[in-house]
């Protein structure tokens, strides 16, 4: 899996978009860029994934660059319930086993009132 | 929605004690997964089950064992709980193939002490 990068905190007004970079320069072409985000004492909770198109789902928009080195995640109104650590994970099918999620620190979101 | 669900929130243990977490997944997933998160070493893949009594060792199976006799369960059984297991268990789930874009969908995570 390749590795990522991601600032190490944020911070973000209650009802302003938050946009979370993260870069992926040495991504493959089979390799999809997955975003989970966890909460305090509670388990990782997927928000979304793409390969090459911009996707967009009822928690947030992901927008990937044309050459899919980095990438944005974005909540467009952002709550205080949205303070959590953000996790950027790009994960392939490289045969046999696959069953590793690689986690690095994230980017600790903080939304303020 | 997908619903993994890990029965027990917040144990504790006393060492030697023999400690069962279970997990359900009511998605029809073939894969079930055991991890634990201990702060700064992230996620670490202890056993994995790609179907029905089927299970592969992850990267630290030392003093775990698994268990899958139906699809929907999986247990991870600590045979000998020792201090250094104390951490949080993460339970996971997803469709096969394990192609990229099936997505792992994680439980709430079960704090366990060991005493």
């Known amino acids: 899996d390749a590795k990522t990068t991601q600032p190490t905190s944020m911070d973000c007004a209650e009802g302003r978009a938050a946009n979370l970079p993260c870069n992926h320069s040495?991504?493959?072409?089979?390799?999809?860029v997955y975003w989970y985000r966890q909460i305090h004492s509670q388990g990782p909770q997927y928000i979304i994934h793409g390969l090459k198109n911009n996707e967009t789902n009822e928690m947030a928009s992901l927008i990937i660059t044309e050459d899919r080195k980095s990438s944005t995640l974005i909540l467009p109104h952002a709550t205080l319930r949205d303070t959590a650590v953000y996790y950027c994970?790009?994960?392939?099918?490289?045969?046999?086993?696959?069953?590793?999620?690689?986690f690095g620190k994230g980017t600790l979101l903080t939304v303020n009132p | 929605d997908v619903k993994v669900t890990q029965s027990s929130r917040y144990l504790v243990k006393r060492t030697g004690e023999k400690v069962f977490l279970e997990c359900v997944q009511d998605m029809d997933h073939e894969n079930m997964f055991w991890y634990r998160q201990d702060p700064g070493l992230g996620l670490r893949l202890i056993y994995f089950s790609y179907d029905v009594k089927m299970k592969e060792k992850g990267d630290i199976p030392e003093g775990y064992s698994v268990s899958r006799e139906k699809k929907e369960r999986f247990s991870l059984i600590l045979e000998s709980a020792s201090t250094n297991q104390t951490s949080m268990y993460l339970c996971a789930s997803s469709f096969l193939p394990l192609s990229s874009g099936n997505t792992i969908y994680f439980g709430e995570g079960s704090w366990l002490t060991v005493v």
């Open positions: 040495t991504i493959s072409g089979n390799e999809y």
């Open positions: 994970i790009v994960r392939g099918y490289s045969g046999g086993s696959n069953y590793k999620l690689t």
